[in-house]
Structures are given as structure tokens and as C-alpha cells.
């Protein structure tokens, strides 16, 4: 009884060992694209990587990944890598983790970015990559080619896809008047907002210094009625336009409604997930 007991325990663990690595069992799809480019999902604020989890098991149950592994970034910084990324892996997926999930010095955000792909490009040696962010995990992604677009050591981020971003600012009370979103606020059709905080001005740099035709962005956002997703207001969320579009291989938005537009409901949108999957994986897709 006991050795049975040891035997069903064994056969346990190694099956969770499998589950997070993926180990290249999983088949991919043929109408997706193979590569060993890794793609980072970064999660909101006061969340952490299981609210990735519905999007990365979509794009596992569409054949569009076999592998899976965790990227955990300490208070400190500091980056632990879980699971591992096989040789032949393809399109392996990092669900990012932050301990400190709430920081709004935005500029934090790019350290702990760095930190992640500079882990990963140590360890994986890969030259490109790309990356998904939710809400306050889009700062990650602004932040991080703010920083670093212009570092030819670094692998080139080739796609991203920006979800329910609070770019224009955060329409809460209490928070920095940095981050905050100014009153009245309105787009011109280029998407140049008609007021500025001191975090939205800080990113317009990224007109001068997003390479030139090498970044694809998508940019999802929902409208539950009235213009906002419950969260974050439209407006502050199409504000990416002017931050990118001038620069950008390509830039598109796609508005979703109904009840899974919710801010904490777009990241368990089925709607979401295919439309995340083409983007990043599907064949023919720039």
C-alpha cells in the first residue's frame, strides 16, 4: 500500500512538472506560426499571473504553444524563473509575476521588465520577442521600450498587445497626480490627447524612440456603455495612438462590448483570446 502510495505521489508531481513546462508533448497547430520567439504576459495591478491564466490555456488549447514557464519578480526585483523552456519549444509563453503589484512609479515597472527579458535572454538566448499587458501591465510595456527600445544587446520586441491601458491616466481618487487623468479630457483624431500628466508627457518620448517599422501593436479595450470598460474610460485607453502609431509596423484597435468588456472581465474574454492569438501567432499576420 505505502509503495503504491509513493508511486501515485511520483506520477503527481511529474505530472505538474509537465503542465508547467509543457516538455513539447502538447502538438501545435499547423495554422500558426513556429518560432522560438517567447511572448511575456503581464498582469494588472493588485493581481498577479493567474489572472494570465484563461488567456495562456486559450492559446494552449488552440495548438498555438507547448510550452509554459513562470517568470517571478521579487519586491527587490530579483527574477526566478520557473519551469523550463525546451530546445524546439515553440512559441513558449512566460506568464510574468510581480510581488509588488500595486506601484505606481511607473518607471519601476521598466526595471522589473528588463530584469525578466534580460533573465530570460541569458538563460534562452533568443533575439526577439513579444509581449501582452492588462491594465497596469501595459506601464510594464511602455516603460520597457521607453528604456530600452534603443539597446541593440537586447532582443527586439516584434509585437505587443495592450488591454484595457490607462495610458491618458487613472480616473481614481488617491493616486498620484502624476498618474491621474485630467479633467475634460479629449482626443484629436491622431489620437494627441488635449491635456497631459506628468506620466503621459513622459511617454511621448516613445514617438522619437519606438524603432522605426519593428513593433506591431494591438490595441483591445471594452465599452460596457457610457464610453468606458467600468475602469478606465475609452479615452484613456485609445490615447496609445498618439504614443506609437507614428512609429509602429502597424497599429490597430479593437473595441469589445457586452458583459465580458468589464476591465477585470477582458482578460476572460473568449473574444479576447482569439483575437490575441491570431494577432500574435495566426499565419499571414504582421
Not at 25 to 31: D, K, M
Not at 182 to 191: F, T
Not at 240 to 254: I, Q, T
Amino acid at each position: 500500500m505505502r509503495l503504491k502510495m509513493k508511486v501515485g505521489w511520483l506520477g503527481l508531481l511529474l505530472l505538474v512538472a509537465v503542465g508547467l513546462s509543457g516538455c513539447g508533448r502538447q502538438p501545435v497547430a499547423s495554422n500558426v506560426v513556429h518560432t522560438n520567439s517567447p511572448t511575456l504576459f503581464f498582469h494588472g495591478g493588485g493581481s498577479s499571473y493567474h489572472a494570465e491564466e484563461h488567456m495562456v490555456d486559450a492559446a494552449k488549447k488552440a495548438g498555438a504553444t507547448n510550452t509554459v514557464i513562470r517568470a517571478m519578480v521579487a519586491k527587490n526585483g530579483q527574477v526566478k524563473l520557473v519551469g523550463r523552456i525546451k530546445k524546439g519549444a515553440v512559441n513558449p509563453i512566460v506568464e510574468v509575476n510581480y510581488a509588488n503589484n500595486r506601484e505606481l512609479n511607473f518607471n519601476q515597472h521598466d526595471r522589473w521588465a528588463k530584469n525578466v527579458v534580460v533573465a530570460l535572454q541569458k538563460q534562452y538566448h533568443f533575439t526577439s520577442f513579444n509581449m501582452v499587458g492588462h491594465s497596469l501591465g501595459n506601464i510594464s510595456l511602455i516603460y520597457y521600450s521607453l528604456q530600452n527600445s534603443q539597446n541593440r544587446r537586447l532582443p527586439k520586441l516584434r509585437k505587443q498587445v495592450n488591454i484595457a491601458g490607462h495610458f491618458a491616466g487613472l480616473d481614481f481618487k488617491g493616486v498620484p497626480k502624476s498618474v491621474q487623468q485630467p479633467a475634460g479630457l479629449k482626443l484629436a483624431a491622431n489620437g494627441r490627447p488635449n491635456k497631459m500628466n506628468a506620466t503621459y508627457r513622459q511617454m511621448t518620448k516613445l514617438r522619437q524612440v519606438l524603432p522605426a517599422h519593428q513593433v506591431a501593436v494591438l490595441n483591445l479595450y471594452g465599452d460596457i456603455g457610457g464610453h468606458t470598460d467600468g475602469t478606465v474610460p475609452n479615452v484613456s485607453s485609445l490615447a496609445l495612438k498618439y504614443l506609437v502609431a507614428p512609429r509602429a509596423k502597424s497599429y490597430r484597435e479593437k473595441r469589445f462590448t457586452g458583459k465580458l468588456a468589464r476591465h477585470s472581465k477582458l482578460h476572460e474574454n473568449p473574444q479576447v483570446d482569439r483575437t490575441l492569438i491570431k494577432f500574435l501567432w495566426g499565419k499571414g499576420q504582421k
